[in-house]
């Protein structure tokens, strides 16, 4: 089968006034199609830059990055990226929003908004529609932003960190509902986090990255049926497994 | 209830200062040694005579703020639709920026009564008008909206390019309207700039109507009660467009926190 994402020995370097600064180095691993992924790694470490590599935003210095089999290109492709960083229209309003993607790729109107509702729906947002970004909370936020993401039927579905400014109990929630959408819609999903509890909860590979420059130290399998029990003893070995390896990264300097 | 008050009270301060700024007036005009400085008394009656009878052509002063209008008005349009997208342009571009900032930041100062013989010699009827008025609208908003497209999110723009938005796209649809509270600053303080070199444009050009040319007219006749009812024109047509922009501005942009608050 086709790999829905595939890095080889990728690199990237920044260069920052006179001196240079090599992020990731000599990168490799793969997404299967429909495979849920979940990439922790310490802070800093590039993450958010290799989401950034994937979806096409930033060439790689170097080595090779296949999406669907071709180098990623947003307007041939279709991404569905949630950003770690606040990513609404704040002029537009919550429906306004979730139409954004649709509006790009030139969805008649009256579609746009019926897909649009449909997928506030599926966040939980309906009755929200007219509501601008500064009236509704840091969660519901986030909802737009992944209901914008899921509005345009995306070959591919790249998280950075979509929970981490939530409270404990919306991010169970929206963790449970995530593994829904994703159960329903049968989507390849990379998802970025550092809460190693979380990645166990939600993927079935668990790719842990070494800190700056970033390389893969261990890809773990998580062979847990689905909707996983945190507090059972296979749920909390693999915690412990991988939350060891991660704390390697942590405290090497 | 409270704010009932409040708003009374200002209401009440405000015309206690319009009274104590006409009784001073008054109060000038008795011991001032100049003939010709009319007290507020003769500028009024030199209103009710410019508009109901008109001034010494004929023209009232409704006429006179129409012309006015006119030629503010379409120079304004032409320093926006210049000022606007040359701004963007340059907000995208940095490099060009850099390039044609030594070039325009000079010319910015130069005041618009600097370029009247210019516009004589080079231009004729409405163009000076348009000319002149241009000079004053196009700096404002041209400058504010390089400021708007500086402030654009690099998320933002990000974001649209997962969507596979092109170059078009991101600046209509992210660009511009992120950048609008900004246009829109640019485009009041343009026209009022705008509205401000009127005197100026209406100093050239044969024609006998228009508050910069009333004003000029009485001057020459040494007549400046009427001279006045032209500057207090131009000043209260100002702040009307002024609070009409501000106004617009309110309702446009419900979904900026900071002008709700
Ligand atoms: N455009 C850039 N220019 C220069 N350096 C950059 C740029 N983008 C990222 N970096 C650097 O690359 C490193 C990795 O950044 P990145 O945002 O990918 O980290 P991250 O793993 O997502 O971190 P976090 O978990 O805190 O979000 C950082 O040291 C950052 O300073
Ligand atoms: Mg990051």
């Given at each position: 089968?086709?790999?829905?994402?595939?890095?080889?020995?990728?690199?990237?370097?920044?260069?920052?006034?006179?001196?240079?600064?090599?992020?990731?180095?000599?990168?490799?691993?793969?997404?299967?199609?429909?495979?849920?992924?979940?990439?922790?790694?310490?802070?800093?470490?590039g993450?958010?830059?290799?989401?950034?590599?994937?979806?096409?935003?930033?060439?790689?210095?170097?080595?090779?990055?296949?999406?669907?089999?071709?180098?990623?290109?947003?307007?041939?492709?279709?991404?569905?990226?949630?950003?770690?960083?606040?990513?609404?229209?704040?002029?537009?309003?919550?429906?306004?929003?979730?139409?954004?993607?649709?509006?790009?790729?030139?969805?008649?109107?009256?579609?746009?908004?019926?897909?649009?509702?449909?997928?506030?729906?599926?966040?939980?947002?309906?009755?929200?529609?007219?509501?601008?970004?500064?009236?509704?909370?840091?969660?519901?936020?986030?909802?737009?932003?992944?209901?914008?993401?899921?509005a345009?039927?995306?070959?591919?579905?790249?998280?950075?960190?979509?929970?981490?400014?939530?409270?404990?109990?919306?991010?169970?929630?929206?963790?449970?509902?995530?593994?829904?959408?994703?159960s329903?819609?049968?989507?390849?999903?990379?998802?970025?986090?550092?809460?190693?509890?979380?990645?166990?909860?939600?993927?079935?590979?668990?790719?842990?990255?070494?800190?700056?420059?970033?390389?893969?130290?261990?890809?773990?399998?998580?062979?847990?049926?689905?909707?996983r029990?945190?507090?059972?003893?296979?749920?909390?070995?693999?915690?412990?497994?991988?939350?060891?390896?991660?704390h390697?990264?942590?405290?090497v300097? | 209830?409270?704010?009932?008050?409040l708003?009374?009270?200002s209401?009440?301060l405000?015309?206690?200062?319009?009274?104590?700024?006409?009784?001073?007036?008054?109060l000038a005009?008795?011991?001032?040694?100049?003939?010709?400085?009319?007290?507020?008394?003769?500028?009024?009656?030199?209103?009710?005579?410019?508009?109901?009878?008109?001034?010494?052509?004929?023209?009232?002063?409704?006429?006179?703020?129409?012309?006015?209008?006119?030629?503010?008005?379409?120079?304004?349009?032409?320093?926006?639709?210049?000022?606007?997208?040359?701004?963007?342009?340059?907000?995208?571009?940095?490099?060009?920026?850099?390039?044609?900032?030594?070039?325009?930041?000079?010319?910015?100062?130069?005041?618009p009564?600097?370029?009247?013989?210019?516009?004589?010699?080079?231009?004729?009827?409405?163009?000076?008008?348009?000319?002149?008025?241009?000079?004053?609208?196009f700096?404002?908003?041209?400058?504010?909206?390089?400021?708007g497209?500086?402030r654009?999110?690099?998320?933002?723009?990000?974001?649209?390019?997962?969507?596979?938005?092109?170059?078009?796209?991101i600046?209509?649809?992210?660009?511009?309207?992120?950048?609008?509270?900004?246009?829109?600053?640019?485009?009041?303080?343009?026209?009022?700039?705008?509205?401000?070199?009127?005197?100026?444009?209406?100093?050239?050009?044969?024609e006998?109507?228009?508050?910069?040319?009333?004003?000029?007219?009485?001057a020459?006749?040494?007549?400046?009660?009427?001279?006045?009812?032209?500057?207090?024109?131009?000043?209260?047509?100002?702040?009307?467009?002024?609070?009409?922009?501000?106004?617009?501005?309110k309702?446009?942009?419900?979904?900026?926190?900071?002008?709700?608050?």
């Amino acid at each position: 089968m086709e790999k829905a994402i595939l890095l080889e020995s990728v690199s990237k370097k920044y260069d920052v006034g006179s001196s240079s600064l090599e992020v990731i180095k000599d990168l490799t691993f793969d997404v299967n199609e429909n495979e849920f992924v979940c990439i922790v790694g310490p802070s800093g470490c590039g993450k958010t830059t290799l989401l950034r590599i994937i979806s096409g935003l930033e060439p790689p210095s170097s080595g090779r990055v296949l999406v669907f089999g071709r180098p990623p290109d947003p307007k041939r492709q279709r991404f569905g990226v949630i950003f770690q960083e606040d990513s609404l229209l704040p002029w537009r309003t919550v429906l306004g929003n979730v139409e954004f993607g649709l509006e790009i790729q030139d969805q008649k109107e009256a579609e746009r908004e019926k897909i649009a509702k449909t997928f506030l729906e599926l966040v939980g947002l309906q009755g929200f529609e007219n509501y601008y970004p500064h009236q509704i909370s840091g969660g519901m936020k986030k909802r737009v932003a992944i209901a914008r993401a899921l509005a345009i039927d995306p070959d591919l579905i790249l998280m950075d960190e979509p929970f981490a400014d939530l409270d404990a109990q919306t991010r169970s929630f929206m963790q449970r509902e995530l593994l829904n959408i994703w159960s329903k819609l049968n989507k390849t999903v990379l998802f970025i986090t550092h809460n190693v509890e979380e990645a166990v909860f939600l993927a079935q590979r668990v790719v842990v990255l070494t800190k700056r420059p970033s390389k893969v130290k261990q890809i773990i399998n998580i062979d847990l049926p689905y909707p996983r029990a945190r507090l059972s003893p296979p749920f909390i070995s693999y915690r412990e497994r991988i939350l060891t390896a991660f704390h390697e990264e942590l405290e090497v300097t | 209830m409270r704010k009932l008050y409040l708003r009374m009270r200002s209401l009440l301060l405000a015309s206690t200062s319009v009274i104590i700024f006409f009784i001073l007036w008054e109060l000038a005009a008795l011991y001032l040694p100049s003939p010709y400085f009319p007290d507020p008394y003769s500028v009024l009656k030199a209103f009710i005579t410019i508009i109901t009878v008109g001034d010494i052509d004929g023209y009232t002063l409704a006429w006179h703020t129409l012309m006015s209008l006119e030629r503010v008005l379409l120079g304004f349009v032409v320093g926006s639709a210049t000022g606007v997208p040359i701004g963007i342009l340059l907000g995208i571009k940095p490099t060009l920026k850099n390039a044609v900032t030594p070039i325009i930041e000079p010319i910015r100062f130069i005041p618009p009564i600097a370029w009247i013989p210019l516009s004589i010699v080079l231009l004729i009827g409405m163009y000076r008008y348009i000319f002149l008025i241009w000079v004053g609208v196009f700096f404002p908003v041209l400058l504010d909206t390089i400021a708007g497209v500086k402030r654009t999110s690099i998320t933002l723009i990000q974001m649209a390019r997962t969507f596979g938005a092109d170059n078009k796209k991101i600046i209509t649809k992210i660009i511009f309207p992120g950048s609008l509270p900004e246009i829109m600053n640019g485009l009041r303080v343009g026209l009022g700039v705008g509205w401000m070199c009127i005197v100026a444009a209406e100093m050239i050009g044969g024609e006998p109507v228009g508050l910069g040319r009333l004003i000029l007219k009485y001057a020459n006749l040494l007549q400046i009660d009427t001279v006045i009812v032209g500057m207090i024109t131009i000043g209260l047509v100002g702040l009307a467009m002024n609070y009409f922009i501000l106004f617009l501005e309110k309702r446009l942009f419900r979904w900026r926190v900071e002008i709700k608050a």
